[in-house]
């Protein structure tokens, strides 16, 4: 096991690598530079001082060099500057982090609550139109765009109370602060319930399926306590890896809602960042969410091996 | 023009309180407004947005200033702030001022006439310490010196007369800037002496400014402080400004659509319709062919139906111009009759499109050959819509466009290398002066001349009326010129837009100006009734 | 004719499926000939107009008709889907059999890199990739495949392991056919059934990522009708004073993903019985 840990701890390291790699690579291919963006708001370009401001920056520095100063800084704790803002990176990122965790978080219970419990009703009453039902919903929470599903919200908002809470600096009443999350945290977790849905019930067939749930209804014990004690419980494990999977792939919803619904959170402010082509924010946020999914995927391996015998440790 | 100005600050009050409906303003409270986008930095010098101007213009104070409650900027409206009186010598070529003593930076270092040296020396490019970037050094082309005399005095000394530097002095975009900051200070927290101190800028998120108690206009501002929030997507901010979260919304970006369903939703909003001093422009490569040759570039202009773009963009509500904004809100706009003279501007569109067919069926082009061209533009809406009406009109003489749209990141990069063939450019006019547009769009050289059009003769022209005293003999002058300017295709304007501002119910002595967008958010003035 | 109809009984979700597949299939074949107006041509007379029997889905802020845009626009969307799922498919197969047919250095090489593009949210790759790229129809085609190849190659190297360990294919390494033609003629063969649902089901994600891609700003830009496009900008500011603008083209993504999906998951149910569901 301790062999197992360290290799795969290597592995994630090695990945992370080529992560950076990449990442740093499709920025520098990017048409137009930041020093371009800088000029876009004063509708000019001068050469001389695009120069400057290139050194300044050290983006005149060939590219190992600047791939080299990123990570020697990464390594040390440093993440560089917004170019944008002149802040430092991490007084750009630290405080968006709360604010997309509060909401992934969010949305993810919600997924829970919802996709779980209507997986196992599914797989249950397997084939009965309450089955066919669930399922056709849960294929549409899987087909509705979430940006247009966020839209369809805050119009509905706006059409049944006249208004729709948007994040501002003032202070809110407490129906205010939790629609904030909870709007959009069900639109984001929609889509993610849908697909627990699916696979929980799928785990749930295959586990009814096997002969220990089919020895227990012979033996006469009770259909619901067998469905609920014995097979959800082993149907647990695939959809509990589903659940950390989806927490990390939480980010590809949220760059959306986030935009729609005006929230000041790290997903939005990636999007921004690759517009203006804030090279340290960009690679840093995307550092960041690699590294979330790695250590899910590590987690949810060691929790698989410890878990689970039959699984061979390795391969 | 020997005379020293000098308005007492008593009368400028009374005035204030005049228009604001002789209600007696409130101390205090929270102004929330709605701020478009993250502007580039704080710092007015280096940006070339009013989403730099409307929310960082209170941190500032200038030497002179539009008077913030007057809707027409003019020659008259400009009263004085940091300077307290100014004077024109008797050849005309230096401008005295007399700086307001006792004036605190927001650190607590005393203002000196020495910072407004500082200050246009370094837009002059003069200083060690750089800006980023200097969008306005064309501006100050004819300062030749700047001196100081003492601690209360400063004279710019010209090249030649030209009497239209006060107006450009007057803009939002002429703070005046501490000369022991550094420009990277004042574009992430900057120090002025303006009625509101910088609190806090938090990209894509918010800006806030706090109330300046050492002011040095006794008794404001009235605000406690200042809320921007940013909010891109404009359907959500209409959203908060109807719901009571917005005292007021950014200025000039309500459409006629948005206008109608916020006087339906929200009836306490007060709205004011006016001109951006924005114009949207077809901008041309005379280099290269075929549009070198001026008979296709007169064509593009005879087959626009101006009509049509003010139609669908605004409703019927945008003007059809020249490069001088029209009156009556613009002080230099063509008379009507003059206008319907020029290249493309006449009433009857299908007789203008069959001219330009003709020119096009004479060099080749017909329906059979058609001249297939990219027109570029940027990848932000207010460009792309016009562009699309563009490229329909374009089809009707024979000219296949297919549109091209660039990043925002490379749009002034690519113009600047000439990268294109036909675009969709906006231009702004932070002054409603001739001075600024022409010097700024169309001089030989000019780093703001995206087309690099450049006109010896008319660049003569530029300077005559520049030099020009009498406002009567100036105005036909720069009609002459802008005639001119169309009827050579060098940017055809397509329309000067107009859009809205909406403040709430709560929110009392807010003036829109009517003929610059980038001027009128002193805000030492505004106060809240609840 | 018994045998399809036997077929959509087996399977009705399915069946719908198939059939909103048809349709959009064939909107985007006969878009000109069905769509009743030019998506590109303004008018000012309809800005923003309400839908009624000329315009059943109303007109854009430049008085484009909404219902022609949708019916173009749903040839961006195959084009994207099936564009960047074959070409995802393509280099996904052809690296997942090699990796499990070769093993060694080479599979070990692939497993890392493989792991390295999963690493990140198929949307946050995407895009990365479509602003590096810059915004047009092939890129964001690109920018979407890209991501889809080490997940098309996982469930094929999979597929290609298990097979080897088949007797016919040891039988047939035992009777000195080179390895690249057992890998042709035996291991591609059956790498068709679970390509094939995978494909179905990627094709509605890959719909998606375009729209979202293309509301963001990033993906397939002006005038083109993207349904994505469409849903950002204008609908987005219009949405409460002209909603159609956002209720028609997010109906159509919806359908057309929907459509998909069920199709998807029949085929799955047909070709694949283990995952039988």
């Not at chain 2, 104070?61 to 940091?82: F, G, H, T, W």
């Not at chain 2, 200042?226 to 309500?254: C, H, Q, W």
């Not at chain 2, 059009?453 to 003569?460: R, S």
């Amino acid at each position: 096991m301790g062999a197992y840990l360290v290799r795969r701890f290597g592995l994630m390291l090695l990945t992370l690598f080529g992560i950076s790699l990449i990442i740093f690579v499709l920025l520098r291919l990017v048409p137009g530079n930041i020093v371009d963006i800088l000029f876009d708001s004063a509708g000019m370009v001068n050469p001389a001082d695009k120069a400057r401001i290139e050194q300044e920056l050290g983006l005149d520095r060939s590219l190992p060099m600047q791939y080299a100063a990123w990570i020697g800084g990464m390594v040390q704790g440093d993440l560089g500057f917004s170019y944008v803002s002149e802040k430092s990176a991490w007084a750009e990122i630290g405080p968006r982090i709360p604010v997309s965790a509060r909401l992934a978080g969010t949305a993810l219970l919600f997924a829970i609550a919802i996709g779980v419990p209507l997986g196992v009703i599914s797989a249950v009453r397997q084939n009965s139109a309450l089955d066919y039902a669930l399922r056709v919903m849960s294929l549409s929470g899987l087909s509705v765009p979430s940006f247009w599903l966020g839209l369809l919200v805050l119009m509905a908002f706006v059409a049944l109370f006249g208004a729709m809470p948007i994040y501002t600096q003032e202070s809110r009443t407490w129906t205010e602060a939790i629609l904030l999350v909870l709007v959009p945290a069900a639109t984001v977790g929609f889509r993610s319930s849908a697909l627990i849905m699916r696979l929980t019930r799928s785990a749930m067939l295959e586990v009814l399926r096997q002969d220990y749930i089919r020895t227990a209804h012979a033996k006469g014990a009770y259909p619901r306590a067998v469905n609920y004690r014995h097979a959800l419980r082993n149907a647990m494990l695939p959809v509990v890896t589903v659940i950390g999977m989806e927490a990390a792939f939480l980010a590809g919803g949220l760059i959306v809602t986030e935009t729609v619904f005006n929230i000041p959170g790290l997903a939005r402010f990636l999007v921004e960042s690759i517009r203006n082509r804030d090279y340290p924010i960009v690679q840093n946020l995307v550092m960041l969410i690699a590294f979330l999914v790695v250590t899910i995927n590590f987690v949810v391996d060691l929790m698989y091996a410890a878990l689970d015998p039959r699984i061979r440790v390795g391969g | 023009m020997k005379r020293w100005l000098s308005l007492s600050l008593a009368t400028a009050i009374l005035a204030t309180a005049a228009a604001a409906g002789a209600q007696t303003p409130k101390q205090g409270g929270i102004m929330r407004a709605w701020q478009r986008d993250s502007p580039g930095s704080a710092s007015i010098h280096e940006e070339a947005t009013y989403s730099t101007n409307f929310p960082f213009m209170g941190v500032f104070s200038n030497l002179v200033i539009y008077k913030q409650d007057v809707a027409q900027n003019s020659m008259d409206s400009i009263v004085p702030e940091l300077a307290a009186s100014w004077q024109w010598s008797a050849d005309n070529k230096d401008l005295t001022f007399k700086t307001r003593p006792g004036v605190k930076w927001h650190d607590g270092k005393p203002f000196t006439a020495n910072d407004v040296k500082c200050t246009f020396d370094k837009v002059r490019d003069l200083t060690q310490d750089k800006f980023r970037k200097n969008p306005r050094k064309a501006w100050f082309s004819t300062v030749r010196d700047i001196t100081v005399q003492g601690d209360n005095e400063v004279t710019f000394h010209l090249e030649r007369p030209q009497p239209a530097l006060l107006a450009l002095l007057a803009s939002g975009y002429a703070p005046i800037y501490p000369c022991h900051t550094s420009a990277q200070v004042q574009r992430t927290a900057p120090i002025g002496t303006g009625p509101f101190k910088f609190v806090s800028f938090k990209q894509n998120e918010s800006i806030t400014l706090a109330r300046n108690p050492d002011y040095w206009k006794p008794g404001r501002p009235y605000l406690d402080g200042i809320e921007y929030t940013i909010v891109t997507n404009r359907s959500t901010a209409v959203l908060g400004f109807i719901a009571g979260k917005f005292d007021m919304t950014f200025p000039l970006e309500i459409t006629p659509p948005i206008l109608r369903d916020i006087k339906a939703q929200a009836p306490g909003a007060q709205c004011f319709t006016a001109p951006l001093n924005v114009s949207t422009n077809l901008i041309v490569n005379r280099d290269k062919p075929p549009f070198d040759n001026a008979d296709v570039r007169r064509a593009m202009a005879l087959t626009m139906d101006r009509k049509a773009f003010v139609d669908i963009l605004s409703e019927g509500e945008a003007d059809i111009g020249g490069t001088m904004l029209p009156g009556p809100e613009g002080v230099w706009g063509m008379s009507k009759e003059m206008l319907a003279t020029m290249t493309g501007y006449g009433p009857d569109i299908a007789a203008n499109r069959a001219q330009a067919r003709k020119i096009m069926a004479d060099l080749g082009y017909g329906p059979n050959k058609m001249l297939k061209v990219k027109i570029s533009t940027r990848n932000i809406a207010t460009y792309r819509d016009p562009a699309v009406i563009l490229i329909d009109h374009l089809k009707e003489i024979f000219i296949e466009g297919e549109l091209d749209v660039v990043e925002t990141s490379v749009w002034f990069a690519k113009l600047a290398r000439k990268d294109y063939a036909v675009g969709l450019n906006l231009t702004g006019n932070a002054v409603d002066d001739p001075d600024q547009a022409f010097y700024e769009n169309y001089s030989c050289g000019s780093e703001r001349n995206v087309t690099g059009y450049c006109n010896k003769e008319l660049e003569k022209a530029f300077d005559a009326q520049s030099q020009e005293t009498d406002p009567a003999k100036r105005k036909a002058m720069v009609w002459e010129i802008d005639r001119k300017l169309q009827n050579d295709v060098a940017r055809p304007i397509i329309l000067h837009d107009r859009k809205a501002t909406c403040t709430g119910p709560a929110l009392k002595g807010y003036t829109q100006m009517v003929n610059s967008v980038y001027n009128g958010y002193r805000f030492d003035e505004l106060w809240l009734n609840r | 004719m018994a045998r399809p109809l036997d077929l959509a009984r087996r399977f009705p979700l399915g069946a719908v499926g198939a059939v909103i597949m048809v349709v959009f299939v064939g909107a985007a074949i006969c878009a000109d000939v069905v769509a009743p107006f030019s998506p590109l041509t303004t008018n000012p007379a309809l800005s923003l107009a309400r839908p009624d029997a000329l315009h059943p889905f109303g007109a854009d802020a430049m008085g484009r008709d909404i219902l022609s845009r949708i019916l173009h626009g749903a040839r961006i969307s195959l084009a994207v889907g099936i564009f960047s799922t074959m070409i995802g498919a393509l280099f996904g197969v052809t690296i997942g059999i090699a990796s499990g047919f070769i093993g060694g250095w080479f599979d070990l090489v692939v497993q890392r890199l493989t792991d390295i593009l999963q690493a990140l949210p198929v949307l946050v790759l995407a895009l990365v990739m479509s602003a590096a790229l810059g915004p047009s129809l092939p890129n964001t085609i690109i920018a979407i495949s890209i991501p889809l190849i080490p997940y098309v190659s996982r469930v094929i190297r999979a597929n290609t392991l298990a097979l080897r360990e088949l007797a016919f294919v040891e039988s047939a390494e035992a009777t000195g056919m080179t390895r690249w033609r057992i890998a042709i003629r035996h291991i591609l063969p059956n790498t068709l059934a679970p390509l094939i649902v995978i494909a179905t089901a990627q094709l509605g994600s890959t719909i998606l990522t375009e729209a979202s891609l293309s509301f963001l700003g990033l993906g397939v830009p002006e005038p083109y009708p993207s349904w994505g496009r469409m849903l950002s900008d204008s609908a987005a500011e219009y949405m409460r004073t002209a909603p159609w603008l956002v209720i028609f083209p997010g109906l159509a993504i919806s359908l057309a993903v929907f459509g998909t999906n069920m199709l998807g998951d029949a085929l799955r149910d047909l070709l694949d019985p283990r995952q039988r569901s």
